[in-house]
């Protein structure tokens, strides 16, 4: 087993007990938007790791966004290319191609692969902004809670002082 770490959670949450296994980690702390040119660094990193033998099969593991609270980890294989189910039965056509057939998957699938990283890149990013919405929703509806609770407080201390003003004054007035 080889991990090819991308980005530092990941990263950090896996060297703990994978540390011989992780060849490499792509940081993209520094990107302010992830772009394709990303993801085709990773897939041709993928493919050439593939190539010198280095692993049989690459599965890409990454949060797949559902909602704001549900995020569902996922695991997807690239390397090699599986069908979905409901295209695996599907009737194959004879076309000509032009060029040859090799041809076009020699372009085609190098970009399938970053295409697919792509995905799962975007689709983590979204599942951190849910995560992040979700959260900074909770600290709001937390701070709103205790804004009500400590001016409720506030109020009562200020009754409260007052009236016990009152009474010294009234008291005062009436020991004349």
Do not use: H, W
Not at 3 to 32: A, N, P, S
Not at 38 to 53: E, P, W
Not at 100 to 108: G, K, P, Q, T, V
Not at 109 to 118: E, G, H
């Amino acid at each position: 087993m080889k991990i090819l770490c991308v980005g530092k959670k990941g990263y950090d949450i896996l060297r703990r007990q994978f540390k011989t296994e992780i060849i490499e980690l792509i940081e993209l702390r520094t990107v302010k938007q992830i772009g394709f040119a990303n993801a085709d660094a990773i897939g041709r990193k993928l493919l050439q790791l593939y190539d010198d033998g280095q692993f049989d099969v690459a599965t890409l593991f990454y949060a797949k966004f559902r909602s704001v609270i549900q995020q569902i980890p996922t695991a997807q294989q690239i390397i090699p290319a599986q069908l979905p189910a409901e295209e695996a039965g599907a009737a194959v056509s004879n076309y000509e191609y032009e060029p040859n057939e090799a041809a076009i998957l020699e372009d085609l699938l190098p970009r399938n692969i970053s295409v697919q990283v792509l995905g799962a890149l975007l689709e983590n990013v979204a599942s951190e902004m849910g995560a992040k919405m979700s959260a900074m929703d909770s600290a709001t509806r937390n701070a709103g809670e205790m804004i009500k609770k400590y001016t409720l407080r506030y109020n009562r201390t200020r009754q409260a002082m007052i009236t016990k003003e009152l009474i010294e004054i009234i008291s005062g007035a009436e020991a004349l």
